[in-house]
């Protein structure tokens, strides 16, 4: 039997400069991710994520929803990828900025994991 893709499928996912996504978070993996206007704003329970090639490269994420998170970010070059130090995603709608001196073709996230009480950047 083989298993087809489907929108709802957890898997990294990769935003390239100019690009902003919505997704929920679903056993610490990126779901439902669809395209949004960079003005868009997050419904209760959603993250988003919005890249940029500003200074090497920039992304801003907001997280709408009850739970902090940590993640793991990779810059892509290609198909070479290095991991990315990344801050805490608060909870409650607040965003976070990361900035790269990197310019990357590409940001890779995923894993999430709850944060619990601490924050870290």
């Given at each position: 039997?083989?298993?087809l893709a489907t929108?709802?499928?957890a898997s ?10 919505l ?5 610490g ?11 868009a ?26 739970t ?9 070059s290609?198909?070479k990828?290095?991991?990315?130090r ?19 073709d590409?940001?890779r ?8 009480n601490?924050?870290?950047c």
């Open positions: 039997m083989i298993a929108a709802a499928q990294p996912l990769t935003v390239r400069p100019g690009e902003s996504w997704f929920t978070v679903k056993d993996q990126p779901v439902d991710a669809r395209r949004a206007e960079a003005t704003k997050p419904s209760k329970g959603q993250v988003m994520v919005t890249v940029r090639a500003v200074f090497g490269t920039t992304m801003v994420a907001t997280n709408n929803s009850a902090g998170y940590i993640f793991n970010a990779e810059l892509m290609g198909t990828a290095t991991a990315a990344t801050c805490t995603l608060p909870a409650g709608n607040k965003p976070i900025l990361e900035q790269w001196d990197r310019k990357a590409s940001v996230i995923s894993n999430f994991r709850a944060a619990g601490e924050g870290r």
